[in-house]
C-alpha cells in the first residue's frame, strides 16, 4: 500500500513564494522518481517537475528557473518562487518506485494552489 500526501498550498501574492511538501509512505524501494503536476481552472494536467533518487531533476520550461525540485528523505519539496497568476492550478505529486514510469505510479489529492492580489 502506497499512500501520497500533499501539503503546503495557499493564497500568495504575484512575486511571492510558496513551498509544498510531499509525503510518499509505503515505497519499499529505495530507488524512484517523484514529480508534481498541475491543473489550472479548465485546462488539462500537465507536468512540473521530477526528481529520482540518483540526483537527477527536469522542469517544464514555464517554471524553470522559478520552481525548484528537491527530495529530503521519503519528502519531496516543490520550491516555488516569483509566482504568476498563471500557476495558480491544483497541484498533485506523484511517486514512482522501481518499476513505475513518471505519472503511472501513485498519486496525492492535490492542493490548491492560488496566486492573487
Known amino acids: 500500500q502506497v499512500q501520497v500526501v500533499e501539503s503546503g498550498g495557499g493564497l500568495v501574492q504575484p512575486g511571492g513564494s510558496l513551498r509544498l511538501s510531499c509525503v510518499a509512505s509505503g515505497v519499499t524501494s529505495r530507488l524512484y522518481a517523484a514529480g508534481w503536476y498541475r491543473q489550472p481552472p479548465g485546462k488539462q494536467r500537465e507536468f512540473v517537475a521530477s526528481?529520482?533518487?540518483?540526483?537527477g531533476v527536469n522542469y517544464a520550461d514555464d517554471v524553470n528557473g522559478r520552481f525548484t525540485i528537491s527530495l529530503n528523505g521519503a519528502t519531496v519539496y516543490l520550491q516555488m518562487t516569483t509566482l504568476k497568476a498563471e500557476d495558480t492550478a491544483v497541484y498533485y505529486c506523484?511517486?514512482?518506485?522501481?518499476?513505475?514510469?513518471?505519472?503511472?505510479?501513485?498519486w496525492g489529492k492535490g492542493t490548491q494552489v492560488t496566486v492573487s492580489s
Open positions: 526528481i529520482v533518487t540518483v540526483g
Open positions: 506523484t511517486s514512482a518506485p522501481l518499476g513505475y514510469r513518471l505519472g503511472s505510479g501513485f
